[in-house]
């Protein structure tokens, strides 16, 4: 009892030694650092703003770079405001909304854009501790418990690794930020230096929803079974589909991405992870975004769990369950069943993600199977989603397509021919292109004339 009081104070202490202000705290990251910034909700705006002030004043920083996935409007108002990106230089894995635009930007400027690194997620902290050897952290973290732990809460995903990496760590300790338990915590000795900075989480505005999202999300809605293991990815379509799920049955999650969607999942007892081969019972995700109800529900859910992505996103561990259905977007697919699903318009739209990952692991588990869902057209119905040839990188190859959904049904690759696979894909496409695509697979010689 004395000995853990005693603990207590140490910590406590620990804790005390460590608190600075957030300018004093940047004042750790050197010039020539290669710094991992936490992603999403996981971002420390103070510590972000307090950066780009240094960065600002012309106090002598240079050649830092930034490396992170999922960039949001805090980093975008601080450290990627674009008169910065020259001291501190992005490198993202995964573009957002803010490095389409510092793209565009530069590109009018015929200066080089945004720089990236194109990764599958569960390589991501592989890639940044051995490959990149970042050697700071910025991160959000909550409130320290009685043991010296802070977690990581919204975001295990690579942050998790860079902090068992050996890197500066300097955190930010929010109180919006909840105490999630699993493979996410950080012990206060480990730390460099600690900012108190109390700001509700950031909320990812719900995706607008048109009928055809919802025609989309029931028919993927009818492709799974009660029981089945769910990873739902980024999106309109996502959320279409768990609110299609409200009559299932014990389902249970192994997901990348919290979402609201599948909140909403748990707490109603739809999802009670029952069926779960692998951490039964428990709701088991990487990094969550979403809006206030997601975070209510991770801040008093004792049955969520964060883990780093090297494990979450590992195909062999997906598999440890049986019956995983994934659920993820893609921009084009090809009549061979290739899918881009990260660039647009030529140009990096969002990145690969865990797209892979999870189509990979939920073939590989027993009864599994993953979706892929678009609509039939883009830009008000003028361009075709299935395609002869892809317009940007595969992110799915063909042997890996496996379930494949536009508004006009769904088509299983699996076992098909390329002919077949052409004759099920132009099916899915909107009536207006598929003469032409057919046109396309003759010249190509996948099909036969008729
Ligand atoms: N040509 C031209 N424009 C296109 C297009 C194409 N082939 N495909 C899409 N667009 C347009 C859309 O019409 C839309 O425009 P709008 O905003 O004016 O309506 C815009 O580009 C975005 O497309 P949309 O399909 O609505 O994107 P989304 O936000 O639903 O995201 C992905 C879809 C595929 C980009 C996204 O899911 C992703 O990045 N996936 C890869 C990573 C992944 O799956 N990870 C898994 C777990 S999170």
């Keep these: 009892m004395q000995r853990k009081s005693l603990q207590m104070v140490d910590h406590v202490a620990a804790y005390r030694d460590r608190l600075m202000s957030a300018a004093e705290a940047v004042g750790l990251v050197a010039s020539g650092a290669k710094v991992a910034m936490a992603l999403g909700a996981g971002a420390p705006p103070a510590i972000l703003q307090a950066l780009a002030e240094r960065a600002r004043s012309g106090g002598g920083l240079h050649d830092v770079r930034l490396y992170y996935m999922l960039s949001t409007a805090v980093a975008a108002r601080t450290v990627l405001a674009a008169d910065l990106n020259d001291i501190l230089r992005p490198v993202s894995i995964f573009h957002s909304g803010v490095e389409r635009a510092l793209d565009a930007e530069r590109l009018k400027a015929q ?16 890639l940044l501790c051995e490959h990149v050897g970042v050697d700071t952290l910025i991160a959000t973290v909550s409130p320290m418990d009685a043991d010296g732990w802070f977690s990581l809460g919204t975001n295990a995903d690579y942050a998790h690794a860079v902090t068992r990496s050996g890197a500066k760590l300097i955190l930010e300790v929010n109180r919006h930020m909840p105490f999630v338990r699993g493979e996410c915590l950080v012990h206060v000795s480990q730390v460099a230096a600690l900012v108190e900075h109390d700001a509700p989480l950031l909320e990812l505005p719900q995706a607008e929803r048109t009928e055809t999202d919802d025609r989309i999300g029931a028919i993927i809605a009818g492709l799974i079974d009660d029981g089945a293991c769910l990873q739902m990815g980024i999106g309109a379509l996502p959320d279409a589909v768990c609110e299609r799920l409200a009559g299932h049955r014990h389902l249970g999650i192994h997901t990348e991405m919290m979402t609201s969607g599948l909140a909403r999942l748990v707490a109603s007892g ?4 029952s069926r779960k081969r692998m951490h039964a019972g428990k709701t088991i995700y990487t990094f969550a975004l979403g809006d206030g109800f997601l975070y209510d529900f991770l801040r008093t859910s004792p049955d969520v769990e964060a883990h780093p992505v090297e494990y979450v996103n590992d195909p062999a561990v997906i598999a440890r369950n049986d019956g995983v259905v994934s659920v993820n977007a893609t921009v084009q697919i090809d009549l061979h069943g290739a899918c881009n699903s990260e660039h647009i318009r030529g140009r990096q739209f969002s990145a690969t993600g865990g797209q892979l990952d999870f189509v990979r692991g939920a073939y590989a588990s027993k009864g599994g ?37 536009t508004e006009y049904g769904w088509a299983d690759l699996k076992g098909k021919t390329l002919a077949e696979r052409a004759h099920a894909l132009i099916g899915l496409a909107h009536p207006d292109f598929r003469e032409g695509l057919e046109r396309d697979a003759v010249a190509a010689g996948v099909i036969g004339r008729r």
């Design 111 to 126: 200066a080089p854009a945004v720089d990236f690194i194109p990764a599958a997620f569960q390589h991501v902290p592989r």
């Design 369 to 405: 199977r993953s979706i892929l869902a678009c609509h039939s057209t883009a830009a008000g119905g003028k361009i075709s989603r299935i395609v002869p040839v892809l317009e940007g990188p595969v992110t799915t190859p063909r042997t890996d397509t496996h379930i494949v959904v």
């Design 270 to 273: 739809v999802v009670d992870n």
